[in-house]
């Protein structure tokens, strides 16, 4: 079975600092990784996936197979960018109905 | 744009009381989702969907029920319910293809006493 791991349930950096949200995975077939986001009285929403390989509000991530890894990283962290990350792994939706596996979350506090 | 919908926001129940979670989506995705979230915790599959009239068991299904008669909503029902099922209930939404992400709804916040 499909299992996610995010190692730190608390992250605190000062203002500017960079910052870096681990995420391990393990799965013997090709995963679908991404990273959510929950803003303080928001919603989980979609922060970026593996796939697109962009980067939003200055995060990035880059799927690493050999390390099984999707680590969430900023060069400068923001104080909005306290939050709750979570990083979730997809089933193939054509065979396992796009089901995800999420890690326990990490919360962020960005200290100004 | 209403996205993903869920209701009631907050409930209390008793312990035996039986309920229903509301969920509707407005953006026309065949595969929906009910998670729930302990504290502490990451997000654990109750039950999914991929369409209308199918639904399938996720990772911890037991004392709930859900039914997908049409594409837009997916209701979650706790018969008996029970402490153990106190927690934030999340409906989520997604279209078939890959690469997609899930959408959420606000949640529920449930506890039951």
């Known amino acids: 079975a499909q299992r996610v791991t995010q190692p730190e349930k608390l992250l605190s950096v000062f203002k500017g600092a960079p910052v870096e949200l681990k995420c391990n995975y393990s799965?013997?077939?090709?995963?679908?990784l991404f990273w959510y986001v929950q803003y303080s009285r928001q919603r989980l929403q979609l922060l970026l996936r593996?796939?697109s390989r962009e980067s939003i509000k200055g995060f990035t991530a880059d799927l690493n197979k050999g390390e099984t890894s999707f680590h969430l990283k900023k060069p400068f962290a923001q104080e909005e960018d306290s939050a709750m990350y979570y990083c979730?792994?997809?089933?193939?939706?054509?065979?396992?109905?796009?089901?995800?596996?999420f890690g326990d979350g990490t919360t962020l506090t960005v200290k100004p | 744009n209403a996205g993903v919908t869920q209701t009631p926001k907050f409930r209390i129940l008793k312990i035996g009381q039986s309920m229903t979670l509301q969920c509707t989506q407005d953006?026309?995705?065949?595969?929906m989702y009910w998670y729930r979230q302990d504290p502490g915790m990451g997000l654990k599959l109750i039950y999914y969907?991929?369409?209308?009239?199918?639904?399938d068991k996720g990772e911890v299904p037991n004392g709930y029920n859900v039914s997908r008669s049409t594409t837009e909503d997916f209701p979650l029902r706790l018969e008996l319910a029970a402490p153990s099922q106190t927690s934030v209930y999340f409906c989520?939404?997604?279209?078939?293809?890959?690469?997609?992400?899930?959408?959420f709804g606000d949640g529920t916040r449930l506890s039951i006493l």
């Open positions: 979730a792994l997809r089933l193939l939706p054509n065979t396992n109905a796009g089901k995800s596996t």
């Open positions: 969907s991929v369409g209308a009239g199918i639904t």
């Open positions: 989520a939404s997604s279209l078939g293809q890959g690469g997609q992400p899930q959408h």
């Open positions: 799965y013997s077939g090709s995963p679908e």
């Open positions: 593996h796939i």
């Open positions: 953006m026309n995705h065949n595969y």
